[in-house]
């Protein structure tokens, strides 16, 4: 028994009524639909699938107005830990030489006490004047901020004293 | 020309647009007549159908010929077709029309349908079974696949597909005896 009739003997034994109905296509379809159908498939199948294009960083964060919110939002903070990491990492331009900041001072002391003692003779003496003049001089011999300036000026008034006013002419 | 010629010639770069078109030649009538009973409307079979077809073409390399090309092609165009149904539903108000009713009134107004009595009395009450029936009367009765080529297309036991078709019959059977009761 083929497959066709043993449909029908099924179908027979369930319902002899309908075993009876023609089994005419009550559906039409329009005059040259099926060689307009392939044309069309065969044209949609042979352009090339254009991907979506994923939106770029900007789009994702100024799409729209709710995106826009967080855009700013990852900006300000974008800016924020840009400018601490560059606070925080950046090395202490004032003294340069200061390890840290408990025993810095006195290092650097002995550090620049060092490098002059080592290169007065290659020093600018007019600079080394400006610097015995701005610091003075401590009692241990190193300089001293402020100390000089009461002697040099006492020392200038003198020299002025000894002096007649016609030398000055 | 066989199933095997066709994919061979699909497989084969140069071929492939010459393969896919016989593969359409050979199959798009039976798909479109099975996605039409399902949607009913020929401007949605159509659409399901060129879907079809398209998701075809792209997944043809995926084919392993574990089953028959037909019955693997049936299941692609079944799926869109129950995509596009219950995408269908999702969109009508169900305060306003259930899908069934929405069928029907499809079929009463489709410029392509024409059957005599009779087949307009089975199509109405084929619209009125529940999805799974409809479907599986269909493939048995019209497109007279086997249960096992129809388990391979819906996924379902032999069993369950055999209970399926004897309520479709059943259902369908008294709907005609109640259409006739009332003349």
Known sequence: MNRKEEIRKELEELSPLLSKLDKDNPFEVPYGYFDKMQREVLQQVKEPQVSPARPGIWAWLFGNQRSGRLGLGVISLLVVATAGFFYWSAPNVANPLAGSEAGGEASWEQAAAAYLTANIDELDDDLLADLVVDRGTAEDGTPQEGALDEQLMEEILNELDDLEIEDLL | ?183
Do not use: C
């Not at chain 2, 024409?114 to 079974?129: H, I, N, P, T, Y």
């Not at chain 2, 493939?139 to 069993?159: A, H, I, K, N």
């Open chain 2, 1 to 183: 020309m066989s199933d095997e010629q066709i994919l061979s010639l699909i497989q084969d770069h140069q071929q492939r647009e010459r393969g896919f078109r016989l593969l359409m030649e050979q199959y798009q009538e039976r798909l479109y007549w099975h996605v039409r009973r399902m949607v009913v409307e020929h401007e949605d079979a159509n659409d399901v159908i060129q879907n079809t077809f398209i998701k075809v073409y792209r997944s043809i390399d995926r084919f392993k010929g574990q089953s028959a090309l037909y019955t693997w092609l049936y299941r692609i165009a079944t799926n869109e077709a129950i995509t596009y149904l219950n995408n269908r539903k999702k969109k009508s108000t169900a305060a306003l029309d259930d899908a069934d009713n929405n069928l029907e009134n499809q079929l009463a107004a489709d410029d392509y349908f024409d059957g005599d009595r009779a087949q307009v009395l089975l199509q109405k009450a084929l619209v009125k079974l529940p999805e799974k029936q409809r479907l599986v009367f269909q493939l048995r009765y019209y497109e007279e696949l086997s249960y096992q080529e129809m388990s391979e297309v819906l996924d379902t036991s032999v069993g369950a597909l055999k209970s399926s078709y004897h309520h479709a019959v059943k259902k369908i059977e008294a709907y005609f005896r109640a259409v006739g009761s009332n003349r």
